[in-house]
């Protein structure tokens, strides 16, 4: 899988996110390249349903993720202002993973690759968006996350924390 910074093209932005991240009622810090904290993942444990905010460092909440249970296949809405602005479903079919991004006044988004090994990447129209792999760092427990110019970061590590939690059930 080749990086978005090896082809030629402007540097997108690079995040590291733990691995195994989060349980509901854990929090985190989602850091860019530099160490520098960029947006924390509150998890809720007072909710019926996995719910995590996605803040700005200075507290302002930027998305809320909710697992839907009562869907035939796995699906997570991610909302801002109580709107819901993307829907991440996972595929039923085929061997590997696949997950299809549904957002709201705009082009959606897919992912593929292998989901369990945190190597994927997320594409628009056949263009890498972002792409997630752990073989860029040396810290244990943790993958990077290189999201493309021009797209909106915080929507792309909401849908990342939606993958990574969905993996898992």
Same mark, same amino acid.
């Given at each position: 899988?080749?990086?978005?910074?090896?082809? *030629?093209?402007? #540097?997108?932005?690079? /995040?590291?996110?733990?691995?195994?991240?989060?349980?509901?009622? $854990?929090?985190?810090?989602?850091?860019?390249? *530099? *160490?520098?904290?960029?947006?924390?993942?509150?998890?809720?444990?007072?909710?019926?349903?996995?719910?995590?905010?996605? #803040? =700005?460092?200075?507290?302002?909440?930027?998305?809320?993720?909710?697992?839907?249970?009562? =869907?035939?296949?796995?699906?997570?809405?991610?909302?801002?202002?109580?709107?819901?602005?993307?829907?991440?479903?996972?595929?039923?079919? *085929?061997?590997?993973?696949? /997950? =299809?991004? #549904?957002?709201?006044?705009?082009? $959606?988004?897919?992912?593929?690759?292998?989901?369990? $090994?945190?190597?994927?990447?997320?594409?628009?129209?056949?263009?890498?968006?972002?792409?997630?792999?752990?073989?860029?760092?040396?810290?244990?427990?943790? /993958?990077?996350?290189?999201?493309?110019?021009?797209?909106?970061?915080?929507?792309?590590?909401?849908?990342?924390?939606?993958? $990574?939690?969905?993996?898992?059930?």
């Amino acid at each position: 899988m080749r990086r978005l910074r090896d082809r *030629g093209g402007p #540097e997108g932005t690079r /995040y590291t996110m733990r691995e195994k991240l989060f349980s509901v009622g $854990d929090d985190f810090w989602i850091e860019n390249d *530099g *160490g520098e904290r960029m947006f924390k993942v509150n998890g809720k444990a007072l909710r019926i349903r996995d719910t995590f905010v996605i #803040e =700005s460092r200075s507290g302002e909440e930027l998305f809320t993720i909710q697992e839907k249970k009562l =869907s035939v296949r796995d699906k997570m809405e991610v909302e801002r202002g109580g709107r819901t602005v993307a829907t991440v479903k996972k595929a039923l079919i *085929g061997i590997r993973d696949r /997950y =299809s991004i #549904e957002v709201e006044g705009g082009p $959606d988004l897919s992912a593929k690759g292998n989901f369990v $090994d945190h190597e994927f990447e997320i594409e628009r129209d056949g263009h890498k968006v972002a792409e997630i792999s752990k073989r860029w760092l040396r810290v244990r427990d943790a /993958y990077g996350i290189e999201v493309a110019p021009g797209q909106d970061d915080a929507l792309i590590l909401a849908v990342t924390v939606c993958i $990574d939690q969905m993996g898992r059930g």
